[in-house]
T-cell receptor, first 115, second 112 residues
Framework: AQTVTQSQPEMSVQEAETVTLSCTYD???????LFWYKQPPSRQMILVIRQEAYKQQNATENRFSVNFQKAAKSFSLKISDSQLGDAAMYFC????????????FGTGTSLTVIP | IAGITQAPTSQILAAGRRMTLRCTQD?????MYWYRQDLGLGLRLIHYSNTAGTTGKGEVPDGYSVSRANTDDFPLTLASAVPSQTSVYFC???????????FGSGTQLSVL
């Protein structure tokens, strides 16, 4: 099974500043998909951003962007101009199109935004 | 509103009891999944189904069973609950190949 590692259990950022959440993964596949999900205290799982491994261009969604380094198997999330509403648990996820279409999740990073 | 419905929202269960967590989606997604979420462990896949009539085991299948009689429903059964099955359970679905997971709102299960 693929392994997804989030080495930062907790992070904090000042409001309006930038923060980067780290994610690495282990795979022998060349074609796959990567995701960042946000889970606020409401428990709802919200997709933040999605990256296709065959695309070299880093995905961007408004204040959220990724740094995808395929050779290094790294997929970090950058949040710019942090807002209080960004406070949540963030999960990195890997989807394999081959091994039963399964999604593999990291253990999560809890982000605190300091006013 | 299209999406995934999970029931119940929360449940307290005595150890040894049987429990079925319900999951229904109206998006006609082929693939459905059950995850459990535990602090410090993230989301771990219990069982999945890529299409109606087929199921597969995930990372932590022991003590759980699923069925997929039709496209919309994917119930998760705990045959004889144990305290280590205390967790938040999420049902999810997706179209095949690369698209995102859609999640239900989760079931908080406490086994005493």
């Amino acid at each position: 099974a693929q392994t997804v590692t989030q080495s930062q259990p907790e992070m904090s950022v000042q409001e309006a500043e930038t923060v980067t959440l780290s994610c690495t993964y282990d795979t022998s596949e060349s074609d796959y998909y990567l995701f960042w999900y946000k889970q606020p205290p409401s428990r709802q799982m919200i997709l933040v951003i999605r990256q296709e491994a065959y695309k070299q261009q880093n995905a961007t969604e408004n204040r959220f962007s990724v740094n995808f380094q395929k050779a290094a198997k790294s997929f970090s999330l950058k949040i710019s101009d942090s807002q209080l509403g960004d406070a949540a648990m963030y999960f990195c996820a890997y989807r394999s199109p081959n091994t039963g279409n399964q999604f593999y999740f990291g253990t999560g990073t809890s982000l605190t935004v300091i006013p | 509103i299209a999406g995934i419905t999970q029931a119940p929202t929360s449940q307290i269960l005595a150890a040894g009891r049987r429990m079925t967590l319900r999951c229904t989606q109206d998006m006609r997604h082929n693939a459905m999944y059950w995850y459990r979420q535990d602090l410090g462990l993230g989301l771990r896949l219990i069982h999945y189904s890529n299409t109606a009539g087929t199921t597969g085991k995930g990372e932590v299948p022991d003590g759980y069973s699923v069925s997929r009689a039709n496209t919309d429903d994917f119930p998760l059964t705990l045959a004889s609950a144990v305290p280590s099955q205390t967790s938040v359970y999420f049902c999810a679905s997706s179209v095949q190949r690369g698209e995102k997971l859609f999640f239900g709102s989760g079931t908080q299960l406490s086994v005493l």
